[in-house]
């Protein structure tokens, strides 16, 4: 049965990366970056917030074109409000499959850390966009940003995300089973 997998989390926390390395795992699974779609948008930066809910409208699309030839969808998007995850979970219950909502848990620290390697070593065209909009003194903010949805989400699964890329990756291909 094919699977809808969200990996939510702050930016800068792993989500596209680990997000990439789950879906290569599974045979024609899509790793689907919403953010990627968004900066295929022509003049998008112009008007970020229009662009960034058609991007939203146009990966629904695409994820609903895999789900139902049968493949898996794996994303990776940092949402701190709910309405785009009813979406996802609204689409998987469409196609009758499995949704799996995750997230990566890091503490501010760590992230301002890992936000601080990216700002000085880009390795994807759209990390120097986004170094723009988030620096290492968000951390705190885009942490607690987040907390919510562990009252407004309990049926999301936590993932401890602070050690190595891999030891994530391992943790979260866990929690898929």
Do not use: M, N, Y
């Given at each position: 049965m094919p699977r809808l997998v969200l990996i939510n989390g702050a930016p800068g926390s792993g989500k596209s990366t680990v997000a990439r390395a789950v879906a290569e795992g599974r045979h024609l699974a899509l790793a689907l970056d919403i953010d990627g779609v968004k900066h295929s948008l022509g003049r998008w930066d112009t008007d970020p917030a229009a662009s960034g809910?058609?991007?939203?409208?146009?990966?629904?699309?695409?994820?609903?074109?895999?789900?139902?030839?049968g493949y898996d969808v794996v994303l990776g998007q940092y949402l701190a409000r709910?309405?785009?995850?009813?979406?996802?979970?609204?689409?998987?219950?469409?196609?009758?499959?499995?949704?799996?909502?995750?997230?990566?848990?890091?503490?501010?620290?760590?992230?301002?850390?890992?936000?601080?390697?990216?700002?000085?070593?880009?390795?994807?065209?759209?990390?120097?966009v986004n170094n723009l909009l988030v620096a290492p003194d968000d951390a705190p903010r885009l942490?607690?940003?987040?907390?919510?949805?562990?009252?407004?989400?309990?049926?999301?699964?936590?993932?401890?995300?602070?050690?190595?890329?891999?030891?994530?990756?391992?943790s979260v291909r866990a929690a898929l089973g």
């Open positions: 809910l058609q991007a939203r409208r146009l990966s629904l699309a695409l994820a609903e074109c895999h789900l139902a030839a709910t309405p785009f995850i009813e979406d996802l979970e609204t689409l998987a219950t469409t196609h009758g499959v499995r949704f799996h909502e995750l997230v990566l848990d890091l503490d501010s620290a760590t992230l301002a850390q890992r936000l601080a390697l990216r700002a000085a070593a880009p390795t994807r065209p759209e990390h120097e942490v607690a940003s987040l907390e919510p949805l562990r009252r407004l989400r309990p049926h999301a699964t936590w993932v401890d995300a602070g050690g190595s890329l891999e030891a994530t990756v391992k």
